[in-house]
Structure formats: structure tokens, C-alpha cells
């Protein structure tokens, strides 16, 4: 079993990123996935999770209304459309998943990450 992040990136404040988590070697469609980040010096942080259809989403205050989950389970692929960055959004972002197909919030799984970093 493998999960690649990619996607990450140097990007100026104000702007877009979109992240892309492939699966291999299990049914990722049984489990839902969540994003989450870690940035230097501070502790993990949940970012977004997505239920094993896609049918439901969730978000962290922190990304609310500016992040968008979503996930392709035909190319067993999990994508996070991320906008109006911030340089707070600087950080190592990791796709993971769950070990139910509802989001619990338990990272079962993850791949190496992919920097995003934010800075004029």
C-alpha cells in the first residue's frame, strides 16, 4: 500500500495550490481521507476529511471556506483545491487515511507529504 502527496509549492499570499494524493495498492475507496499539516516547531493539524463515497465533507475552522476536499475513487485519488493561502498555511501537508469509511479523525495512513509554503 502506498499514498503519494504532490502538488506542493512556492505560492505568493492571496493565492492558489491545488494538492493531489494518490493511492496505490488498496481499495481507497472503502476508507474515507483526510488532509492534514505540520508545520516546524508545531504540533500536526487537521486540515479536511472526506467520507469513503464523497458525499461528505469536513473542514477545520481554520481552512473554512477557503479549501475544498474531494476525491475521485475511479483513479483513487484524493485532491485539496486550497485558496486564498496565507503564509499560516506554510507547512507539510500529508494526505491520510481513515480506518473507517466515515471520517473519525484517525490517521491510519500517509504518505511522505508535500511542502506548501506561502511568502511574498
Known amino acids: 500500500a502506498q499514498i503519494v502527496e504532490s502538488g506542493g509549492g512556492l505560492v505568493q499570499p492571496g493565492g492558489s495550490l491545488r494538492l493531489s494524493c494518490a493511492a496505490s495498492?488498496?481499495?481507497?475507496?472503502?476508507?474515507?481521507v483526510n488532509w492534514f499539516r505540520q508545520a516546524p516547531g508545531k504540533e500536526r493539524e487537521g486540515v479536511a476529511c472526506i467520507n469513503s463515497n464523497g458525499e461528505r465533507t469536513y473542514y477545520f475552522d481554520s481552512v473554512k471556506g477557503r479549501f475544498t476536499i474531494a476525491r475521485d475513487n475511479a483513479k483513487k485519488m484524493v485532491y485539496l483545491q486550497m485558496n486564498r493561502l496565507t503564509p499560516e498555511d506554510t507547512a507539510v501537508y500529508y494526505c491520510?487515511?481513515?480506518?473507517?469509511?466515515?471520517?473519525?479523525?484517525?490517521?491510519?495512513?500517509w504518505g511522505q507529504g508535500t511542502q506548501v509554503t506561502v511568502s511574498s
Open positions: 495498492g488498496f481499495e481507497l475507496d472503502r476508507y474515507a
Open positions: 491520510a487515511t481513515d480506518p473507517d469509511s466515515f471520517c473519525s479523525y484517525t490517521y491510519d495512513a
